[in-house]
């Protein structure tokens, strides 16, 4: 079946550090895939996407590379910051008009 | 531009009590509508998805049931709570047309059943 797997968190940094959170995917086909990110309390936001092979999606410093020959769409980020404390999830969507469907998220803690 | 209401933001309900959750889309059409379950730990469940007015598919057997009355609201309900109803719930909505595009969420209704 179509599945997401992320690495297990949580994930607890200094501030300023280097941030790679794994995720990698199996699916029939050639899936869009997204990192939605989740601040306490709150529901899901887009972070970015990417829609085909080596395509690259950025958004606020984080960047994800579509890897089809490892099928995977590692997030990175060069230096976190304390706000970027908040639970990621990878995902992904196979045909127009279905669900997405989630990794099971990954917690980040960035402390000062 | 388009927006999504999810209500209530929070929801305390004893076990055996029913449960009427509400979700509404404006600013578009003929969105398809989803309704997740997070629980603690163990990631975004989907429960059930709408392509269309009184059309629902259902991922997993469980308590709780969804209609679709008019093309822009979702309604997630239980005739019966149970304890293991407790969790958070996302009501989203994307585009029917293409793979690319992302789902939008609403805020999301934290629900304790005691």
């Known amino acids: 079946g179509n599945s997401v797997t992320q690495m297990e968190g949580p994930v607890t940094l200094s501030e300023e550090a280097f941030l790679t959170i794994n995720c990698t995917y199996t699916?029939?086909?050639?899936?869009?895939l997204f990192w939605y990110v989740q601040y306490p309390g709150e529901g899901l936001q887009l972070l970015l996407k990417?829609?085909?092979?080596?395509d690259k999606g950025s958004n606020k410093g984080f960047e994800a590379t579509y890897r089809k020959e490892t099928t995977s769409f590692h997030l990175e980020k060069g230096s976190v910051q304390v706000s970027d404390s908040a639970v990621y999830f990878c995902a992904l969507r196979l045909m127009a008009g279905t669900a997405l469907i989630f990794g099971k998220g990954t917690t980040l803690s960035v402390s000062s | 531009s388009q927006t999504i209401h999810q209500w209530p933001a929070t929801l305390v309900q004893p076990v055996g009590s029913p449960l009427s959750l509400e979700c509404t889309v404006e600013g578009t059409s003929n969105p398809n509508l989803y309704w997740y379950r997070q629980a603690a730990g163990r990631g975004l469940q989907l429960l059930f998805y709408s392509v269309g007015i009184g059309q629902i598919s259902s991922e997993v057997p469980q308590n709780l049931s969804a209609s679709r009355p008019q093309d822009r609201q979702f309604i997630l309900s239980s005739k019966k709570l149970l304890l293991s109803d407790s969790g958070f719930y996302l009501c989203?909505?994307?585009?029917?047309?293409?793979?690319?595009?992302?789902?939008?969420f609403g805020q999301g209704t934290r629900l304790t059943v005691v």
């Open positions: 990417a829609t085909k092979a080596d």
């Open positions: 989203a909505w994307s585009t029917r047309q293409s793979s690319n595009t992302e789902a939008f």
């Open positions: 699916a029939t086909g050639y899936p869009s």
